[in-house]
């Protein structure tokens, strides 16, 4: 049995002066009842990120953690985004901690779940994915556009957890081998079931925010949802290269038609060598475009020089747990 896992609960906070100061004790109080419940370490701690916020943030979290020594807070020198804040708290807390429960600091995200993630890890599970399992307060254009953004994305070849956000438990283990993933263009729901190892899924009811608004409109969804594709995958390189052998194939059907039309007469003059060149041309030029785009894929892929494989168990003691 393992010993008592010490948990770091990551926040990110970007101008959430309206809503840290009231979700804020709940994450405490959180806290309190799992290590008093006994499922975690006395020294568990909250980990809040300043992610460049313009507003009172980071005075907040300076005052909540002389308030309370559980509360703790970095702050990132400038706004970097949502992604990378949620990284910066993980790689700050994995040798710090046993556990990382990341979450959004709006209430949005139901707290409970922290018990069903806890008792999972101890279970044996090394990941644990908050799920909604209903999104009945989203407005019907919120759920329409985000249930699209999950749909897109797998249809794409990025593999995500349907109606998973970043709410989620990973062990310092884990951790450990995602500090390995170098890229620069962060989608860290792509990137964690990449690392592998044994997970599971909590369901929870998403609630709406409880102050303050979301940071997250259409637009930077889209830019979410692009950015986890070319990141994660080299599908629409692919699909140049499958739209140009079509073209291909339809251009060389277009030569045949105009030489025989040309034979049979009913033609101006001229006419044939120019639909032939045209079609020639553009057949070949989509079909070198996608086969260039192959090789740039590859390259693209390898420059994120990601680690090419994992050990999760061994028979025998590692003298190093891990390497980086
Ligand atoms: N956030 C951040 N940096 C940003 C935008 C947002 O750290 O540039 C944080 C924000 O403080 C919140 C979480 O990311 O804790 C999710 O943002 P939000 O609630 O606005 O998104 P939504 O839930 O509406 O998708
Ligand atoms: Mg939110």
């Known amino acids: 049995m393992k010993h008592k896992p010490t948990l770091s609960i990551i926040i990110p906070c970007y101008n959430e002066e309206a809503v840290l100061p009231l979700t804020a004790p709940m994450f405490l109080q959180k806290l309190n009842g799992l290590i008093s419940s006994g499922k975690i370490a006395g020294d568990s701690t909250i980990l809040f990120v300043n992610d460049g916020s313009k507003d009172r943030t980071w005075e907040i979290i300076c005052n909540l953690a002389r308030e309370n020594p559980h509360y703790t807070g970095i702050s990132q020198s400038r706004n970097r985004g949502h992604q990378n804040a949620v990284l910066a708290g993980l790689m700050e807390a994995k040798d710090r901690c046993d556990i990382t429960i990341s979450i959004d600091c709006d209430g949005q995200d139901d707290i409970n779940a922290m018990d069903a993630m806890v008792d999972a890890y101890l279970e044996g599970c090394e990941v644990v994915y908050g799920v909604r399992s209903r999104r009945d307060t989203d407005t019907f254009f919120k759920r329409f556009t985000a249930e699209s953004f999950y749909r897109l994305m797998n249809w794409m070849g990025a593999e995500v957890v349907f109606n998973h956000a970043d709410y989620r438990l990973i062990s310092s283990r ?151």
């Open 174 to 324: 884990v951790l450990q081998e995602l500090a390995n993933f170098k890229e620069v263009n962060l989608f860290l729901r792509g990137m964690v079931p990449l690392v592998g190892f044994k997970s599971t899924s909590v369901y929870y009811e998403r609630a709406e925010r409880i102050a303050g608004k979301s940071h997250y409109p259409l637009r930077k969804m889209l830019a979410l949802a692009f950015d986890g594709i070319t990141s994660l995958s080299v599908k629409p390189i692919r699909m140049i290269t499958g739209l140009g052998l079509i073209i291909a194939i339809l251009s060389f059907i277009g030569i045949i038609w105009a030489v025989v039309s040309s034979m049979i007469g009913i033609t101006v003059a001229g006419w044939t060598s120019i639909v032939c060149i045209v079609c020639f041309m553009g057949g070949i030029q989509l079909l070198c475009l996608g086969v260039i785009g192959e090789y740039i894929g590859k390259i693209y892929l390898e420059t994120k020089a990601r680690p090419r494989y994992i050990i999760s168990e061994r028979t025998y003691e590692d003298g190093k747990s891990h390497e980086t």
